[in-house]
């Protein structure tokens, strides 16, 4: 070969080399540079799980006491880098060994980077793997992980909070209905009790009444005995009339605490339902101040239950009063709710 060859093929190399150096753009170089420092960081997670590897076999060999000085003075890394790669290995590394570098158990955190893994590990391992599909985590910073993570938890926390005042509501509510049920069964009960006293004693009215008088006389005026027995007939006749008139007045408060009753037991569980659904809505905008105000309800629900039943057990010339105080504190709640 010439000369005048060599020197052609260099010019045609030279040629070739600039033809092919016009052909790349700035954004084919920015593709390469992203994809090389992807490997790098999926590299470096790699590497890290092997390290980890060889740090759970070489505590297994050192003395106790001694792990601390050994990874300090032989290694020189802190307690916290040696953990974090042992976690590493412990979460993410296969059971085997491996002398060519580290793998992961899943393809899905293959394409992991050291940082990216590492905030994973705040997750339970089962619900770690449909975190990273479900939210894309390989284009996330650490950052943007760490917050997508925290969201996740108060979302979790959230809805077992939710869960948990729903529950509790429900058993305060069925506590409740069988609480007015029970009332409604010992009002029907003694107002059936006082029917049949009513009865009883309307039928001993209308007895005396027609019951002839049987006196036995022997040696009396008859003006006085006649005397003595109307004015006995009278007496009885008034006192019956009394207890008649005194049960028909007990029937007719019981009939009322009948029909409170029964409004109250139809509109327990209605209510309860309602209160439910508004403190769901209050919670999907919660504050500060929904734990507090769980317990002053709670509160609030035992304390109103008690006064129902000193209510309920009080003499009859105090229900009144009883009642008119606790419908005032009833409108006093809705007034300050409204306000």
């Known amino acids: 070969m010439s000369v005048q060859d060599i020197n052609n093929e260099e010019a045609a190399m030279v040629k070739a080399e600039r033809e092919l150096e016009q052909t790349r753009d700035l954004g084919t170089v920015t593709t390469e540079i992203r994809t090389l420092h992807r490997q790098a960081q999926q590299m470096v997670l790699s590497y890290a799980i092997e390290i980890g590897r060889r740090l759970v076999e070489a505590k297994a060999?050192?003395?106790y006491?001694?792990?601390?000085?050994?990874?300090k003075e032989e290694l020189g890394y802190s307690q916290s880098t040696a953990n974090n790669f042992m976690r590493l290995f412990e979460e993410y590394g296969k059971s085997q060994q491996s002398l060519f570098g580290g793998e992961t158990e899943s393809q899905t955190f293959g394409n992991l980077t050291y940082t990216q893994a590492l905030a994973l590990l705040a997750l339970p391992a089962e619900e770690r793997e449909e975190f990273v599909e479900s939210h894309d985590v390989t284009e996330m910073s650490t950052r943007e992980l760490e917050a997508a993570i925290r969201e996740r938890d108060e979302a979790k926390a959230a809805l077992e909070a939710e869960q948990s005042i729903n529950a509790e509501l429900r058993e305060q509510a069925m506590a409740a209905a069988n609480k007015a049920t029970?009332?409604?069964?010992k009002a029907r009960e003694e107002r059936e009790i006082q029917y049949d006293r009513a009865e009883q004693l309307a039928q001993e009215l209308e007895d005396l009444k027609n019951r002839p008088v049987e006196v036995a006389v022997e040696a009396a005026d008859p003006e006085e005995v006649k005397k003595a027995v109307d004015e006995a007939v009278a007496a009885e006749r008034e006192k019956a009339k009394a207890e008649a008139d005194?049960?028909?007045?007990?029937?007719?408060?019981?009939?009322?605490?009948?029909?409170?009753?029964?409004?109250?037991?139809?509109?327990?569980?209605?209510?309860?339902?309602?209160?439910?659904?508004?403190?769901?809505?209050?919670?999907?905008m919660a504050d500060p101040v929904t734990a507090e105000f769980k317990g002053l309800f709670a509160?609030?629900?035992?304390?109103?239950?008690?006064?129902?039943?000193?209510?309920?057990?009080?003499?009859?010339?105090?229900?009144?009063?009883?009642?008119?105080?606790?419908?005032?504190l009833g409108r006093q709640l809705l007034e300050g709710a409204g306000g």
């Open 246 to 284: 005194k049960a028909k007045d007990k029937l007719k408060r019981l009939e009322a605490r009948v029909k409170e009753a029964e409004a109250k037991a139809q509109g327990a569980e209605a209510g309860a339902n309602a209160e439910v659904e508004e403190l769901r809505r209050q919670l999907a």
């Open 65 to 71: 006491g001694g792990w601390g000085q050994y990874i």
């Open 299 to 328: 509160q609030a629900s035992q304390l109103v239950g008690r006064m129902l039943e000193l209510v309920e057990q009080a003499p009859e010339d105090k229900c009144p009063n009883l009642t008119a105080a606790m419908e005032a």
């Open 182 to 185: 029970e009332a409604l069964e």
């Open 61 to 63: 060999m050192v003395e």
